[in-house]
């Protein structure tokens, strides 16, 4: 089976600029997440949606990060505007419930680099 | 809230065996994950404990004990390719979300 797709690989932009990355999970998958994963620390969770509907979004910073999964497949991750301390690797991962015994495929992330 | 501990970083030698500790702190749990990720690389699924016990999948196994709030990923027959972070993950109560430890960087030498 294909596994998760992200695009862009990497991205540099200046702050204040705004950013968009997108993200494809796996066929059937119901259970979409976004993470943020800065250098040298593990995967923090951004957003979890179960279809197209969001089960959890405590730690997205919403007054400058917004996500949505239209259909419930395909999802965009948006950051505007950008700050330093965004720099870090934005991971998409999926997976088919979204309990914990369910394994999460991640995709290859997107490395957001910020100047 | 909810915070996972894991040793920063292991080393050991190929052929050894490692393991490698985490303690959790959460009012509810389901249980815990492990994720190894390469430098560069995306996390993969190593193994799940929901209950209390040893769970075994080839050179790699995990273990549990709630009461204790605490589990460790058991590596055996150390390989140069198991050079990587490993992350022990949870979920609490509803409404409490995923959580990933800091994870623990294992370096095998020759």
């Known amino acids: 089976e294909a596994g998760v797709a992200q695009s862009p690989r990497y991205k540099i932009i200046e702050k204040r600029q705004s950013v968009a990355f997108w993200c494809n999970p796996i066929s059937g998958h119901a259970t979409l997440y976004w993470y ?3 250098l040298g620390q593990g995967p923090k969770l951004l957003i979890q949606f179960q279809n197209n509907g969001v089960v959890d979004d405590s730690q997205l910073p919403k007054d400058r990060f917004s996500a949505e999964r239209l259909k419930g497949v395909d999802s965009t991750l948006k950051i505007q505007p950008a700050k330093l301390e965004d720099s870090a690797v934005y991971l998409c991962a999926s997976s088919l419930e979204g ?7 991640f995709g290859d992330g997107t490395r957001l680099s910020i100047l | 809230g909810q915070s ?4 920063s970083e292991v080393t050991a030698v190929e052929g050894a065996i490692v393991q490698i500790n ?6 509810g749990f389901y249980g815990l994950s492990w994720y190894q990720q390469h430098d560069g690389g995306a996390p993969t699924f190593l193994s799940y404990n929901g209950l209390d ?3 075994e999948t080839g050179r790699f196994s995990s273990f549990l004990s709630r009461s204790d709030s605490y589990g460790y990923l058991l590596l055996q027959e150390l390989q140069m390719k198991d050079s990587a972070s490993y992350f ?3 979920k ?9 430890g800091p994870g623990t960087r294992l370096s095998v030498l020759p």
């Not at chain 1, 309990?99 to 495929?105: C, S």
């Not at chain 2, 996972?4 to 040793?7: A, K």
């Not at chain 2, 609490?92 to 990933?100: A, R």
Request: charged content about 5%.
């Open chain 1, 36 to 38: 943020q994963q800065i």
């Open chain 1, 99 to 105: 309990t914990i015994n369910q394994p999460q495929h």
């Open chain 2, 4 to 7: 996972l501990e894991q040793p």
């Open chain 2, 22 to 27: 985490c303690t959790y702190q959460t009012s």
């Open chain 2, 53 to 55: 016990g040893l769970e």
């Open chain 2, 88 to 90: 022990c993950a949870m």
């Open chain 2, 92 to 100: 609490g109560n509803y409404g409490q979300n995923f959580v990933f």
